[in-house]
Structure formats: C-alpha cells, structure tokens
T-cell receptor, first 115, second 115 residues
C-alpha cells in the first residue's frame, strides 16, 4: 500500500528560529502532487504549501518552503522565523496512485513553538 | 457560505445507534471527500464524489458505512450500528473539479464519540 512517513511525531522550536519537518513517501506515478497541511486545535485542515513533482524548483510561500528531493522521495517543510501561531499538527500528503485528487496522508508532526 | 460546513460539530451516541453526519461543500465545487481521523493518526480516506460519476467507495471500512450526495451538493455520511472503534473526527473536503493539482478545502470536522 502507498505510504507517507513522517518520522518526527513531535518537534519543538524557539520563536523566531527555523525548524524543518521531514516527510518521505512512495508512489509509482511520475507526475503527482505533494502537500503540507496544518491542523491547529480548531481541527480545520489548512493548506500550507504544495509542490508539483515535475517541477524541480522548490515551492515557497512566505516563511514556508520545501526541500523536494524526487529521487529520494523526500519532501521536507522548512518554517523560518517561527511564530507562536505556527504551533499545530502538520500533515504531509501525496496524491494517491490512479486517483483523481485523493490524498494519502502521513500521521503528522506536532509542532510546539516556545516563546 | 465561504467554506466547507459540517454538522454537527460534536456527536455523542450509544453503541449500536445509527448516526448521520452532514457536509455542505463550497458552492460550485464538484468534488467532495470524506476522511476519518482517529486519535493521534493521519487522515484515512473514506469516499469520494465527483459530479455525477459513481462515487469511489474504496476507503469505506465496512458495510456499516455509507454516504450519499444529493443534487451534487450536500453529502451525508451514515454509520449504522455504531461501534466504539468508530469514534474519531470525520472530516469533509471539497475541491473545484477533483483534479490532482487542486488543493482540497476542509471543514472543521465532526467529532464522533461512541459510548
């Protein structure tokens, strides 16, 4: 079965510092999409950033950027200048093989931000 | 109606009872997804609707689970003869056309607790 692995159940970062969350995945597709979602205690999943597999350039959204290594099937999220509001569960997801938009999610990383 | 709306927000019921969970997607979104999130876990795909096509039910864990989508808009997820292992947060998401490059927009979820 297709899997997404987030090897860090919990991470902690000092406010204003940088933190990197790791994610590895498997897929037999050559073209697919990768996503990072944030889930605060309110439960709503919020899209943080997405990456198209055929694009070599790493996606960036303000303080959030990814390190996409296609050959290694690695998709890490870097958060710069961490803020208290960044504290949440972060989920990595990849499009499901043969699907039309269905996603396979990792188990998540709980990020704490210390003031 | 800006976002995906789910109701109820919380549901507590006794083992063996039937429950219905409702999802109202973003207006104009043709794709609708249901996921289940058990405590400390990622999201588990349940079912996917795209327009008038037959739904993808491949993620439903048992025949006690069913879902329908009336008029291509509102969806209801029904769980019959609930069991304690059904306790979880049920999340609904929608996207404009269900294509792999379109991010899913999530509701706040329904927290289901089976006593």
């Amino acid at each position: 079965a297709q899997t997404v692995t987030q090897s860090q159940p919990e991470m902690s970062v000092q406010e204003a510092e940088t933190v990197t969350l790791s994610c590895t995945y498997d897929t037999s597709e050559s073209d697919y999409y990768l996503f990072w979602y944030k889930q605060p205690p309110s439960r709503q999943m919020i899209l943080v950033i997405r990456q198209e597999a055929y694009k070599q350039q790493n996606a960036t959204e303000n303080r959030f950027s990814v390190n996409f290594q296609k050959a290694a099937k690695s998709f890490s999220l870097k958060i710069s200048d961490s803020q208290l509001g960044d504290a949440a569960m972060y989920f990595c997801a990849v499009t499901r093989e043969g699907s039309q938009g269905n996603l396979i999610f990792g188990k998540g990383t709980k990020l704490s931000v210390k003031p | 109606g800006a976002g995906v709306s789910q109701s109820p927000s919380n549901k507590v019921t006794e083992k063996g009872k039937d429950v219905e969970l409702r999802c109202d997607p973003i207006s104009g979104h043709t794709a609708l997804y249901w996921y289940r999130q058990s405590l400390g876990q990622g999201l588990e795909f349940l079912i996917y609707f795209q327009g008038n096509s037959a739904p993808d039910k491949s993620g439903l864990p048992s025949d006690r689970f069913s879902a329908e989508r009336t008029g291509g808009s509102v969806s209801t997820l029904t769980i019959q003869r609930t069991q304690q292992e059904d306790s979880a947060v049920y999340l609904c998401a929608s996207s404009p056309m269900g294509q792999v490059n379109q991010p899913q927009h999530f509701g706040d979820g329904t927290r289901l607790s089976i006593l």
